[in-house]
């Protein structure tokens, strides 16, 4: 029966934040059993605890933000992406800012920031949230749903009209260990469009993003010079992402993930939607 985990000991990075383009400091710190993910505002006097849990998710926009009352944190997805990935339950993040920094826009800068302060064992077994009957979410042609499956897997599908992304680049179908989170998804980048840059930094969004963490087309191709991790990277990042988005239900899924052209915002009106539903699963060691 696998046990919860958290850091071993305390680690420290700063990078840009994506959409507001400011500075962040982030701080990892291991966190008791049963205490699940929290991210801390230490800039706030006196520091606000924002747990990462779907129901405090307040806006959807080209990021996940978490707020209470009183504080919020932007762009959660790749961090807790990366805390599936590397088996952690229990944790503080500590941020000087209002967002997490983007790093190279994966969730690979993460993964190596929790390598390095090393994972424990606590004396506790993982909870897991095991889904019994399907759950299912659409907004026009988009969905999303959660389908009984003794392991995670996941089935996820974009559909971009560009020359870059063939059509049989855009699904992606595979259990989802923790190995395979590392190997296969971690490193998948967030991605946009050049045409998009203007607008949305008109609405304060975007203002640090640049070739350095997101993978950008212009109408014909990658303008990266590295070029993309993987022929399938842009629906790669949607599974990450996805990940991500499903942690903030506050324990790993034993289920199917299945979806068209999901984002954050279906992403969390599933969450709603199963845990609005408590005879569609169940806790489960």
């Not at 990277?233 to 239900?249: I, S, T, Y």
Request: hydrophobic fraction near 45%; glycine fraction near 6%.
């Amino acid at each position: 029966m696998p046990k919860q985990r958290t850091v071993a000991s305390a680690v420290t990075a700063t990078g840009v934040a994506l959409h507001s383009g400011v500075r962040v400091q982030i701080t990892l710190k291991s966190a008791p059993v049963d205490h699940g993910v929290v991210f801390r505002r230490t800039d706030l006097t006196p520091p606000e605890d924002i747990p990462a849990r779907a129901e405090l998710v307040r806006e959807t926009r080209l990021a996940t933000t978490l707020a209470t009352e009183t504080a919020k944190v932007a762009t959660v997805e790749h961090l807790l992406a990366a805390c599936v990935g590397c088996g952690l339950d229990n944790l503080i993040i500590e941020l000087d800012n209002l967002e997490v920094p983007i790093m190279d826009g994966s969730s690979a800068p993460f993964v190596y920031l929790i390598e390095q302060a090393g994972v424990v064992e606590q004396e506790a077994p993982r909870r897991y949230i095991e889904i019994l009957a399907p759950i299912r979410v659409e907004l026009g042609e988009k969905f999303a749903e959660l389908l009984p499956n003794p392991a995670f897997e996941v089935d996820f599908t974009i559909d971009f009209a560009h020359p870059a992304i063939a059509d049989d680049q855009c699904r992606v179908r595979m259990r989802l260990d923790e190995a395979d989170f590392l190997t296969q998804i971690s490193r998948a980048r967030t991605f946009g469009f050049a045409y998009e840059v203007e607008t949305l930094r008109s609405m304060g969004l975007a203002q640090g993003g640049s070739m350095e963490n997101a993978v950008v087309l212009d109408e014909y191709k990658v303008l990266n010079r590295e070029g993309l991790r993987f022929a399938d990277e842009l629906a790669r990042h949607k599974v990450l992402d996805a990940v991500g988005d499903l942690f903030l239900l506050g324990h790993r899924v034993r289920g199917k993930y299945h979806a068209f052209k999901s984002g954050h915002e279906l992403n969390n009106k599933l969450c709603r939607a199963l845990l609005a539903s408590p005879e569609a699963w169940r806790y489960t060691h």
